[in-house]
């Protein structure tokens, strides 16, 4: 699986878009984007994935661009529930079946 | 909506012993995954189980470690003997099919080995 790369830590204030990025310049074409959360330590939540079109559900956006070497995750209007690490994971769609989490970006909403 | 659970929530067992953590997955489910989580570290994969069947493990799965499904509700990892190190939350997840499908995780069980 390609690798990801995610800043350790974000701020964002409450009732504002919360964008985060994800570098993995070394997706291959098989390889879809994953995004998970753990908040505190409960239990990986997942939250959206997408191939090369973006995608959106009620949790959050997915961007992901033209060159699929980055994506960004959007939650339009952040609450202080939604703090907590997110992890964007890179996939091959058949073969390895594991989820394999890096360190994640601890995203702080501030009230 | 379904999600998948575990139990006990807290486990707190002496070196040496054997625990069992159980999981219920999702009920249409048939792939079902353990992970851990050591604190402060990152969560990672134990095993991967379908058909009756490991089909894959790490490294950090070794012969301590089984995983059976005795019902056809329940998932359960066995530590055979249990170590300081192994002292972590265990995940339990399910999912409906390998490749793209999601992984659905559960709350975790945590085991504190003393």
């Known amino acids: 699986d390609a690798k990801t790369t995610q800043p350790t830590s974000m701020d964002c204030a409450e009732g504002r878009a919360a964008n985060l990025p994800c570098n993995h310049s070394?997706?291959?074409?098989?390889?879809?984007v994953y995004w998970y959360r753990q908040i505190h330590s409960q239990g990986p939540q997942y939250i959206i994935h997408?191939?090369?079109n973006n995608e959106t559900n009620e949790m959050a956006s997915l961007i992901i661009t033209e060159d699929r070497k980055s994506s960004t995750l959007i939650l339009p209007h952040a609450t202080l529930r939604d703090t907590a690490v997110y992890y964007c994971i890179v996939r091959v769609v058949q073969g390895a079946q594991k989820l394999v989490f890096g360190q994640g970006t601890r995203l702080t909403i501030n009230p | 909506e379904p999600e998948v659970t575990q139990t006990p929530s807290h486990q707190v067992t002496q070196m040496g012993q054997e625990v069992i953590l159980r999981c219920v997955p999702i009920s249409n489910h048939l792939y079902f995954y353990w992970y851990r989580q050591i604190l402060g570290q990152k969560v990672e994969f134990l095993v991967s189980?379908?058909?009756?069947?490991?089909?894959?493990k790490s490294e950090i799965f070794d012969d301590q470690f089984s995983v059976e499904r005795p019902d056809g509700s329940n998932f359960t990892l066995k530590i055979r003997s249990t170590k300081l190190e192994d002292s972590a939350m265990y995940f339990c997840?399910?999912?409906?099919?390998?490749?793209?499908?999601?992984?659905?995780f559960g709350p975790g069980t945590r085991l504190l080995v003393l």
């Open positions: 189980f379908y058909n009756n069947e490991i089909s894959e």
């Open positions: 070394t997706i291959s074409g098989n390889e879809y």
């Open positions: 997408g191939l090369k």
């Open positions: 997840a399910s999912s409906t099919g390998a490749g793209q499908e999601t992984q659905y």
